[in-house]
């Protein structure tokens, strides 16, 4: 090798800028400097990795720029259909549960990003695909030159930096790896000075020679040590040495058989990030560099989530509803073939416009805070104590509802519940009655309930649920975290919404405070006991916290909430369901088969809303083999026949169907022995609101090949 004629290839590798990390331009402004002021390098070609550039007008403008200097490049496409397959990994949950956990509930910021920006790495690998370029770049110069530089984009090397490392490497070549210590520039004019001193004390790139055997460690991700693992296999010794690993991180390979054959050679530079506060030589900024680079992979990965779920992503987009197929709908009835369905709907529509505009004000009893705005609803299951005289604290009877607690029933206009429903149905029945007639008289109607429950001071209702679900004698009186699901149906309202704002009812103004509202009913339900414990339930309450959260997030366009959300929800499949598709917290309640189609009618509507954003929870399959498809066909295959687990009340068959019509048809296969309906049309199109089923589910329904 000492007789072999040193020859070099510097490889720089432009990926995709990184907000708040870089700003935003930045990759195609340091390129151009780099392009314009970078001079020759004695006996060094010079080549660039354009490395899966997510925004195509970036990439043109990089692949622009090196054709007219002439500069050599490989080319790594992003492949959109490539990135969909890839899915969050799952694995490195430290077990199933640990999302809705009190240890996960208990971390701090700093250590919850890691995690999540854990869970990307897999996405991150294919999209930033640091380690993967980088190697391609070694293998590429391996076959033409005997020390190969496979660095990082923003690396400029000045005539002096050059000739410190010619001088270093060539003085032993003995040696297969240096490491090439970096210095920060906030200016990168300041390279272009004779007198520019460096302070290089950045981790550093690395230097091969051709017949070394170590690679960059693919499975290492950017942001996550993915050079650094290199250097613990070498035994580079820095400040590295001392850095823990999180529980999650992926485990560090063993010493290479050529750790310690390195040497250190001159030092090279780091162009400006853009972002001058994170480009400090201190430790302060050294931490806010990782914390923004972990934010920029993070919201990245997100944006690409988005940007692939195409024109369907959108905050105006209806979530419950398809508006092909409404529309489809919509010309057979208005061109006269009227669907049962669509008469049942407007009769429907017709009497809830006889029913006046609702509030929490019209209840019958005030909530033990004493404020008629606040949502009040005492726990259904929770009885006055037999043992004692006031009959405090409350006792659960699982089953039996207190009188007043069943929607719609006598005396349960005492409470909000039986009002929050018609809130919910009527306004569905409405918006979808104008969207097949054209009729405003129902969507004006819609707008005036919209007004009255959620925006005009005197009748507004507090945007909390505090006081839902009390136990008397117990939590202060309080309502628990369980009172939250009593919000469930606000997913279909605000597709109601959605409808009634593009019928042109709703005035711009009262929208902006619904919107305020809903933001800060959103933040309670994030924030506060009864949010955090309803997120950490593992059974049907934590499905439909998360469709509540999810829904909600989707029509205030939060989608670093969104995508949270259904990253939660996706790790609750391994919880929920076991590997045979029962549902082990659900069976065990007095009424199983209403629990168990319940739940699952909850991961039905969250599917739906993932889906819309390009998330497949369907064909998704847990690392301990669960799934929603598994799910389903253990649930259907009771369908016509007894079921076999315990349910003490009366229980609907018919809520078998509008599961069935829901699943992908090309994912599951039953015993031709299940017999289901060929249309959804022949099904009912409404059910007890206790059964979590919207109103006119087969409408706008097209998950499937329907007739």
């Not at 072999?4 to 490889?11: E, I, R, V």
């Not at 105006?316 to 049962?340: A, C, F, I």
């Not at 609750?572 to 009424?591: H, W, Y």
């Amino acid at each position: 090798m000492e007789k072999s004629p040193d020859t070099f290839a510097l490889y720089r590798i432009v990926g995709n800028d990184l907000y708040p990390r870089h700003k935003k331009g930045q990759t195609c402004e340091n390129l151009k400097f780099i392009l314009e002021h970078e001079p020759e390098l004695e006996n060094c070609e010079k080549k660039w990795i354009v490395n899966r550039i997510i925004d195509k007008e970036e990439e043109l403008a990089i692949i622009t720029q090196l054709h007219h200097h002439e500069q050599p490049f490989i080319h790594i496409p992003f492949h959109e259909e490539a990135y969909k397959v890839i899915e969050w990994d799952m694995n490195c949950l430290p077990d199933p549960g640990y999302l809705v956990s009190k240890e996960f509930e208990n971390l701090d910021s700093e250590v919850r990003i890691r995690f999540i920006a854990a869970m990307y790495q897999l996405k991150n690998n294919y999209v930033m695909n640091t380690n993967g370029a980088r190697n391609k770049a070694l293998r590429d110069g391996r076959s033409r030159v005997k020390w190969i530089l496979p660095w990082d984009g923003n690396c400029f090397v000045t005539r002096a930096a050059w000739k410190q490392i010619h001088i270093d490497v060539t003085a032993s070549p003995h040696l297969k790896y240096f490491t090439v210590p970096m210095t920060r520039v906030v200016n990168n004019k300041q390279l272009l000075a004779d007198e520019f001193t460096p302070r290089p004390v950045e981790e550093p790139q690395l230097i091969f020679r051709d017949d070394s055997i170590e690679e960059f460690y693919e499975k290492f991700c950017y942001g996550r040590r993915s050079k650094v693992e290199l250097f613990w296999r070498l035994a580079i010794p820095g400040e590295w040495d001392c850095w823990k690993d999180d529980p999650w991180d992926q485990p560090r390979r063993p010493k290479s058989s050529e750790a310690g054959q390195f040497g250190a050679a001159g030092w090279t530079a780091r162009l400006f990030s853009g972002m001058k506060k994170l480009e400090q030589d201190n430790k302060a900024s050294f931490k806010q560099r990782g914390l923004a680079r972990l934010e920029g992979i993070i919201s990245t990965l997100r944006h690409v989530d988005v940007m692939i779920a195409g024109k369907s992503a959108d905050s105006n987009t209806l979530s419950m509803y398809r508006e092909d197929v409404l529309k489809g709908e919509e010309r057979n009835y208005r061109s006269g073939k009227h669907l049962p369905h669509i008469d049942q709907l407007i009769a429907d529509a017709k009497e809830a416009i006889t029913r006046a505009p609702y509030s929490v004000t019209d209840k019958k009893s005030l909530p033990p805070s004493d404020n008629i705005h606040d949502y009040w609803h005492p726990a259904p299951y929770w009885w006055p104590n037999p043992n004692t005289k006031d009959g405090l604290p409350y006792i659960r009877r699982d089953g039996k509802r207190v009188p007043g607690t069943h929607i719609y029933e006598k005396k349960s206009d005492k409470y909000d519940r039986s009002r929050l429903q018609r809130v919910f149905d009527d306004s569905i029945i409405l918006a979808m009655a104008w969207k097949f007639t054209g009729d405003k008289t129902y969507a004006k109607h819609g707008a005036r309930i919209l007004e009255r429950f959620f925006i005009h001071p005197d009748s507004r209702m507090s945007p909390h649920l505090i006081y839902a679900q009390v136990r008397m004698g117990r939590n202060r009186n309080e309502g628990s975290g369980t009172g939250i699901i009593e919000m469930k149906d606000l997913y279909y309202y605000l597709d109601a919404i959605r409808l009634l704002k593009s019928a042109g009812v709703i005035k711009e103004d009262s929208f902006t405070k619904f919107k305020d509202w809903l933001s800060t009913y959103l933040t309670w339900l994030v924030q506060s006991p009864q949010g955090k414990k309803e997120r950490m339930a593992v059974n049907n309450h934590g499905t439909y916290y998360d469709l509540q959260v999810a829904s909600i997030a989707d029509f205030l366009d939060n989608h670093p909430l969104l995508f949270e959300t259904f990253i939660r929800a996706q790790s609750r499949i391994a919880l929920q369901f076991a590997v045979d598709g029962s549902q082990p917290e659900e069976l065990k309640r007095a009424t199983s088969a209403h629990y168990c189609c319940f739940n699952f009618q909850g991961w039905v509507n969250m599917a739906e809303i993932a889906s819309k954003w390009g998330i497949q929870l369907w064909s998704y399959r847990a690392p301990n083999g669960a799934s929603l498809i598994k799910g389903a066909k253990w649930l259907l295959s009771y369908a016509g026949k007894e079921w076999p687990h315990k349910q003490i009340e009366e229980f609907d068959v018919e809520r078998f169907l509008p599961i069935w019509f829901a699943v992908p048809q090309h994912l599951i296969k039953l015993p031709k022995s299940a017999k289901f309906p060929k249309s959804k049309y022949t099904v009912k199109p409404r059910f007890f609101p206790h059964d979590g089923v919207r109103p006119y589910w087969n409408l706008g329904l097209s998950r499937r090949d329907y007739h």
